[in-house]
């Protein structure tokens, strides 16, 4: 089980939002690259990026900053999102040592595209699926599709993608508790990984994502919790480790 922290990127700086809504951040820290640097030394095995920005206009924003990441931990699997809309992206971000792109708005508005990534990139691709009330949103969050989440993922497992974030939108960044009960109801209807994101608030999340491992998920990514100290990031992987046996 990977305990995978978040380093959402906003104007080139670490910062976490609130559901999602880019006028309600946080910012941790002008220096993300030192952020990514705290994590890796804690432990990290992966490391979840968002280019917030490139999220909301739909073409990477703040790629030099991942750049500089990847440079100073390349032996750290790194997974990116936000903006990734088509095949000259991921072709950059995989160029630049990405080892998975996260495909989300696209994803949902251009059924083909997945399976045409997966053809051209095979071992690189995830779908993220947020949601709330079991409905897929897109667009940085800001419209709900009729899709349900479920429904989605089968289809993308077909595919060919590697794996599934998960996130309930209504818990992201609210330090209420993972959503374990819809997370482990996606893992158990399909067979390719899960991984949980969204709420996981303290160590006692942590032992319930590890419960679930056997449905299928096989990470959980945590934001807000590390970032405000609810959460120590290096005793939540070694519960992790420990649990995973």
Not at 114 to 130: A, K, M, N, Q, R
Request: proline content about 3%; some cysteine; hydrophobic content about 45%.
């Amino acid at each position: 089980m990977l305990i995978i922290p978040a380093i959402d990127i906003k104007d080139g700086k670490c910062v976490r939002l609130r559901q999602g809504r880019m006028n309600d951040e946080t910012v941790f820290s002008d220096d993300p690259v030192s952020m990514a640097k705290r994590w890796v030394e804690a432990g990290a095995r992966r490391l979840h990026i968002v280019d917030l920005n490139g999220a909301s206009v739909g073409e990477p924003v703040n790629a030099t900053t991942i750049q500089a990441i990847l440079s100073a931990f390349p032996e750290v699997p790194v997974q990116v999102g936000g903006g990734i809309r088509d095949e000259d992206t991921i072709q950059a971000y995989l160029d630049m040592g990405v080892r998975y792109v996260i495909l989300g708005t696209k994803a949902v508005n251009v059924p083909h595209f997945v399976s045409d990534v997966c053809i051209e990139f095979p071992g690189h691709i995830i779908v993220g699926l947020d949601a709330k009330d079991g409905k897929v949103a897109i667009d940085g969050w800001s419209k709900l599709s009729g899709h349900d989440v479920v429904d989605l993922a089968k289809k993308y497992q077909d595919e060919g993608v590697e794996a599934i974030v998960y996130t309930d939108i209504g818990r992201d960044g609210m330090m209420t508790g993972v959503n374990i009960e819809a997370t482990v109801k996606l893992a158990e209807a399909i067979s390719i990984p899960v991984i949980a994101s969204g709420g996981i608030t303290s160590i006692d999340d942590i032992r319930k994502v590890c419960e679930a491992g056997e449905a299928g998920i096989v990470g959980a990514i945590t934001g807000r919790a590390i970032y405000e100290g609810t959460l120590d990031f290096a005793a939540a992987q070694k519960l992790a480790d420990e649990l995973s046996k």
